[in-house]
Structures are given as structure tokens and as C-alpha cells.
């Protein structure tokens, strides 16, 4: 059985741990509410832009845009988004279990031919143990995400895409539900599936119909609808690459404050039980020495 100092000084060190680990969660906390407020100050927009891109396509708009075009795949960009520190559970590692499992899938194409976009550091020390080089990292991105860096990221990606130096580009990422709940996410940024738009902003009940002009009757447009839709896309582009960051930063703060919560109910079990041990230990010892008084003083 462990002395008295010993478990003393266990004591001692669990108690420093949860001092971290509880300040860890407060400041992992006070970042998601953070997160949060960005969430909810950008989804009217990502809604409102969405809804609009929806309308005119229930339309007979004949789409002409690089971003829709859809080719034989033989060049892959992979866009990834982790956190730039751990200790935030099991985040990082689903986002790398997932990003191999699409490398693996793209792998017959050639290592030459899969480009690599990682947003965060983990993510990016990841894409270099799989042997392989990031074009460039995107550590800003991750920790504070802005729409001009996220745009500027997504200018980038539609520009390989529309000179054909990729041929579709796939992002991986958690989407932010509640603080226990984060899903994680792959989905096909480019090429654009408009069908996949429609469907998802169309609201109406079954059996409703919506006239194909419906669109006409809300909106005045010059030069023309089809012009509209080809310049809005980019913009829902970019959009969705910040919506992604954002969703990710809130994810990380979310499975940070858990785990540090998990961490810190933890370290109190441990004190209590080394503390019953400290007790017992030191009961034991004192009964002891009572006994060899007893024993000493009878003979």
C-alpha cells in the first residue's frame, strides 16, 4: 500500500490537473457561445442566398457555368478541416479515419493526382504522415474563421476546377448540431449539383405545385435569370466553404468543452477515492501506533 506522503502528493497533482482541465472547459465554453452568435448572425443570409438560387432553378433556367460541369474524375482536391490542438476527445481523430478513408478510395488515381487542402494543423501533420504534401495550410482559418480567407480559399479551389486542373473537389468537415451532438460530414463541393440545391430549400408540403415561374412574379432580373444563377454560384461557393469553417470551429469548441468536462468529473472521482485511501491509510496507521502504546504499556 502507497504511504501517506505519496498519496498526499497524488492528491495534490489530480487537484493541479482539474484546475486545467476546469479553466480548459470554461475558455473552450465561452468560445462556442462565440461560435454560436456566428452561426446565428450567418444563417438568415446562407438561407436567404440559398432560398433565392432555389427559386430561380424550380425555373426553366438553363444553367451555363464552369462550377456544374461535371467530369470523368482523375484529379481529386481534398479540402479537410480539423482544430490546430488536441485534447478535444475524439474530434481530430474521426476527421482523419475519414480522410484516409477518401484517399484510399482515390488512391488508384495516383498520389499525383490527389491535392490536398488542410484547415488545421492536426488534419495537416496527418495529409504528411499519409506521404503526402498540403498544397498550403490553413491554420488561420480554423482557429478563427473569416469569410475573406474562406473566400479566397474557395476563389482558388473554383479556379483549379474551372482550368481543369481538378476534376471535383471534396470536403470533410463536422457539422455543429448541439454541444453533444457533432456530425461529421463528406460532401462534393464541385462539382455543383443543382438538383441537390432545389431539393434541399424546397419547402412545400406533398402534392403542393409551384408554378415554373414562380420566380418571375418575386423578382425583376437584368440581364437575364440564367446570368443571375451563373454569377450567384461562386457566391453560394464561398459561402459554403465559410458555413463549413464555422460549423467546424463551433464543432471543436463543442468536443472540447465535453471533453474537459469529462476530464474534470473524472479527477474528481480520483480525488474522492484517493482521499478515502488517505483516510484509511492514515486511520490504519494511527490504530497501529495505538496498539503498540497498548501493548508497550501492559508489559
Known amino acids: 500500500m ?5 498519496v498526499k502528493t497524488r492528491i495534490n497533482s489530480v487537484k493541479s490537473t482539474r484546475k486545467i482541465t476546469s479553466a480548459m472547459k ?15 448572425g450567418m444563417l438568415p443570409y446562407q438561407q436567404k442566398l440559398d432560398q433565392i438560387l432555389s427559386n430561380f432553378l424550380s425555373g426553366d433556367v438553363t444553367v451555363e457555368s464552369p462550377y456544374v460541369a461535371r467530369k470523368e474524375t482523375k484529379r481529386v482536391a481534398i479540402v479537410t478541416f480539423s482544430s490546430n490542438s488536441s485534447l478535444c476527445g475524439a474530434y481530430n481523430a474521426n476527421v482523419i479515419k475519414l480522410l484516409t478513408q477518401v484517399v484510399e478510395e482515390f488512391r488508384s488515381l495516383g498520389e499525383a493526382n490527389l491535392l490536398f487542402f488542410p484547415v488545421g494543423n492536426k488534419v495537416a501533420d496527418a495529409v504528411k504522415h499519409l506521404g503526402f504534401q498540403p498544397q498550403d495550410t490553413f491554420a488561420t482559418l480554423a ?4 469569410y475573406k480567407e474562406a473566400a479566397a480559399l474557395g476563389q482558388r479551389l473554383m479556379k483549379l476546377y474551372a482550368e481543369g486542373e481538378v476534376d471535383r473537389v471534396v470536403l470533410i468537415y463536422h457539422h455543429f448540431k448541439s454541444m453533444g451532438s457533432q456530425t461529421l460530414l463528406r460532401e462534393t463541393y464541385l462539382p455543383v449539383d443543382l438538383s441537390q440545391v432545389t431539393k434541399k430549400n424546397d419547402t412545400r408540403e406533398p402534392g403542393d405545385e409551384k408554378p415554373k415561374d414562380a420566380y418571375r412574379s418575386d423578382y425583376i432580373v437584368e440581364p437575364s435569370p440564367e446570368q443571375l444563377v451563373a454569377d450567384l454560384i461562386p457566391t453560394v461557393l464561398c459561402q459554403r466553404l465559410f458555413t463549413a469553417a464555422v460549423d467546424s470551429n463551433a464543432s471543436e469548441h463543442a468536443a472540447r468543452t465535453m471533453a474537459m468536462q469529462v476530464a ?10 484517493l482521499t478515502k485511501q488517505y483516510n ?4 490504519q496507521a494511527i490504530t497501529s501506533e495505538l496498539l503498540d502504546i497498548v501493548g508497550g504499556s501492559m508489559k
Not at 2 to 6: C, D, I, R, Y
Not at 28 to 37: D, E, G, N, R, V
Not at 143 to 146: G, L
Open 2 to 6: 502507497a504511504s501517506l506522503k505519496e
Open 143 to 146: 482557429d478563427k474563421p473569416s
Open 26 to 40: 470554461m475558455v473552450a465554453s465561452a468560445k462556442l457561445h462565440k461560435a454560436q452568435a456566428s452561426i446565428a
Open 280 to 283: 484509511k491509510t492514515r486511520q
Open 264 to 273: 474534470t468529473d473524472n479527477a474528481n472521482d480520483l480525488i474522492q477515492d
